[in-house]
């Protein structure tokens, strides 16, 4: 593509929270944005669903706004595609469109990188073109550029990430107040941090896509949505956070990407999302509020964090503009980024093989010989377990056990013959522990 | 240059600790790093200052070997420079010669980019070489990349970082113990954490070379060590991390950049380094042990932290072994990555005319009218206080006084002026607070 005049032009689809900022801070900071750049930065048309609509004072012309984004994606004076529209199609047409003309694109669309990221991908190796979608993960948080360029002479082992403001919140203020999930829930939604429909949040659809996505990065092989085992969070109890707060811990929705051998030894890659207790000392333990974070094990370097807003208009346009800023000097400069690295291939190790620790909580009968039951449960399985807090009262008690590491399934079918034996009056709560708690 | 037969030829100058993690992990991630980069990467020669030095087993050939560095460096058949040896000389003739050579140099030369990182970026332009150094400033983590792309999109008002692992465990352990600047020191250096001559990082050398980097990348202008207004943390004592405590804080030495109108209202920049308190509930602030952390604060992306270890072998090899790689892909592609950002200009703004804010605490006389006697003091310099705590005993009382910002001239006169009341008996400690307690 060549760029006219030392002007890159961008075409913008979608014009909603995020895209008006784009839009402004396009605006805002044009001199700067060209110094570093090397040419001028330039929207030459933006997609809407429809025309009219209010969107506050924006510095662009009127005459940009079209609702033909196809029409405008395939304009030869496009240089660059920024996508914060969202969803499968037909976002994937208009970006498919794009790479294989060779415009770079920019898209903070999780959902389609997580479900279909080839298609991309291969569309972006046809057109030799850039993908950039630093803002699909972690909002604001330089997190994917990291992963897929600075962390390129390492071994990464694990990304453990909270990715999910919405639910961070929550749980964040269920631990800080003792509020239950749905008081919690009301909360957010009253200020305006989670949705009328918390769904994709609450059950972790959201933080599934970002966590394919960041497996992906991590290990060089293609992980979609699909391949994520998913558990949301509606079933956290304030007795849970009760729990965990007298084990030293809180609990975090966290998404978890681990290589590792599989049964057959063969290394493979498993990605989960579910609850968890992690320790206090841990620090995704202290990231509150509706702030992101993502812990990275690597080889060499050794633990990582980084650390900031995941969600929100400016925080999202930030990293937009990161990406913009970069496939624009590329362009200039007649080149592109590396291209997608999945060399590695890795197979997806099923949720049963993933190794996990259980916090379980029993309510049993009190009676000789109970503590010796249950412990031939855990051995049946081989499951080895770390500690046993026993609270009697009268003729019922609570037994709080945790595990070792272990296989998932191993503990599930646990669980399972536990809740089956005449001495378990219930389960009160069974919760994995991550972290090294 | 060109790139002969898909292989990077590196030369490596130095083969200490992170030279000798280099050359192990370029042999045990070889075909990861071929895969990724799309050549094999190859190590050509090390230069070190004695051979036949047990190096342990590294898998080189021992014919790579040479005291010859700047003869290395001038091979034809070296395509990448990586220097671990640090120090200004002959370090700056070696980096000069490869880059205006049209080589890229990988380096972790903190002194040496701080001192004179101009003659390196102008060596670079020179050449139209590649200049990559994220192992210069806290090891491990992706901070400069992000710093010099990721975010730029956006516009950085500030930088805090933990930059030296260092004095970070030593304060963690004052805080941590109780103990005195002295003992933990000496826990350090048993340790390994200090070196027998500590005074680079207690007298905070290393880390206002750290703070020069960060800010000439954070503010595009060129920012050198001379620059940074450097307050070493051997003076912090016992009793000040106990006050610290009382306050519900922690003292740190913490690296500050950040953008401001100067005293004429002309935009610029303040670096400086001191240890400071910060509330417990800062992200910094839990940054515990040998870690580093690195908080950045930008209009649109607003709190962002990075986190991780900021020396030792492995990780400082993971950051050049990450900037390996891409100076790698950027010679395949016969490219290079966008140079130096150095327009804004912006001017260093002078210590005095920082806005910091003061925590101080005071052994006064117990008499009527001693608050007033004090807070006219504060008022006539135009600090305003924030937070006054009195504790009386018998004829002597103790005052803890916290400012609101001030211009730190106007701090520094005030306390010189309490000093010399006769009131006030002693100035039990003075410090500055940062992070928004």
Redesign the interface.
């Known amino acids: 593509m060549s760029v006219s005049d030392r002007t890159v032009r961008v075409a913008l689809l979608g014009c909603g929270t995020v895209g008006a900022?784009v839009v402004r801070?396009l605006g805002e900071?044009a001199d700067?944005?060209t110094?570093?750049v090397g040419a001028r930065i330039e929207i030459v048309g933006i997609a809407v669903r429809r025309l009219g609509r209010e969107r506050g004072p924006l510095p662009v012309d009127a005459g940009l706004f079209t609702t033909d984004a196809l029409g405008l994606v395939k304009r030869d004076d496009v240089d660059v595609v920024v996508e914060v529209v969202g969803g499968i199609e037909p976002a994937r047409t208009w970006l498919v469109e794009a790479l294989r003309a060779g415009k770079s694109v920019v898209t903070a669309n999780k959902a389609l990188l997580a479900e279909d990221g080839a298609a991309l991908h291969d569309a972006a190796a046809e057109g030799g073109a850039d993908l950039y979608y630093?803002a699909s993960v972690a909002g604001?948080?330089?997190l994917l550029?990291?992963l897929r360029?600075?962390?390129?002479?390492?071994?990464i082992t694990r990304v453990t990430g909270i990715v999910n403001g919405t639910t961070n919140f929550i749980l964040s203020s269920m631990d800080a107040t003792g509020a239950g999930f749905t008081e919690a829930l009301e909360e957010a939604t009253e200020l305006g941090y989670a949705e009328a429909d918390p769904t994709a949040d609450v059950d972790a659809f959201d933080a599934a896509a970002k966590a394919a996505i960041l497996a992906s990065l991590a290990f060089?092989s293609r992980v979609t949505a699909a391949d994520v085992h998913r558990e949301g969070m509606t079933a956290v109890t304030a007795s849970d956070v009760a729990s965990a707060k007298e084990m030293g811990c809180t609990i975090k929705l966290l998404c978890i990407a681990e290589r590792g051998p599989d049964a057959s030894g063969r290394e493979s890659v498993a990605v989960r999302v579910h609850p968890a207790m992690i320790p206090r000392s841990h620090?995704l333990a202290?990231v509150g509020d509706a702030f992101n974070a993502v812990f990275v094990e690597?080889?060499?370097?050794?633990?990582?964090?980084?650390?900031?807003?995941g969600a929100?208009g400016?925080?999202t346009?930030?990293?937009?503009?990161?990406?913009?800023?970069?496939v624009a000097?590329n362009k200039l400069?007649?080149?592109?980024a590396?291209s997608e690295?999945n060399?590695?291939h890795l197979p997806i190790r099923p949720m049963g093989e993933a190794m996990t620790r259980y916090h379980i909580s029993l309510d049993v009968a009190d009676r000789r010989g109970v503590l010796a039951t249950v412990a031939g449960v855990f051995a049946k399985h081989e499951v080895s377990i770390a500690t046993v807090r026993q609270s009697g009262r009268a003729d019922d008690a609570v037994l709080v056990i945790v595990t070792h590491g272990a296989p998932d399934a191993a503990l599930a079918a646990t669980v399972e013959e536990l809740r089956g034996l005449d001495i378990v009056r219930s389960i009160a709560s069974v919760l994995r522990v991550e972290g090294g708690a």
Chains 1, 2 share one sequence.
Not at 149 to 155: A, I, V
Not at 298 to 309: D, P
Not at 317 to 326: E, I, K, M, R
Request: proline share 7%; no cysteine.
């Open positions: 900022e801070l900071q700067d944005l110094a570093r630093e604001a948080i330089p550029r990291p360029e600075s962390l390129h002479g390492d071994r060089h620090p202290s690597a080889e060499a370097a050794g633990q990582l964090m980084f650390y900031g807003r929100g400016a925080p346009a930030s990293a937009v503009l990161g990406d913009v800023v970069a000097r400069a007649g080149t592109r590396a690295s060399y590695a």
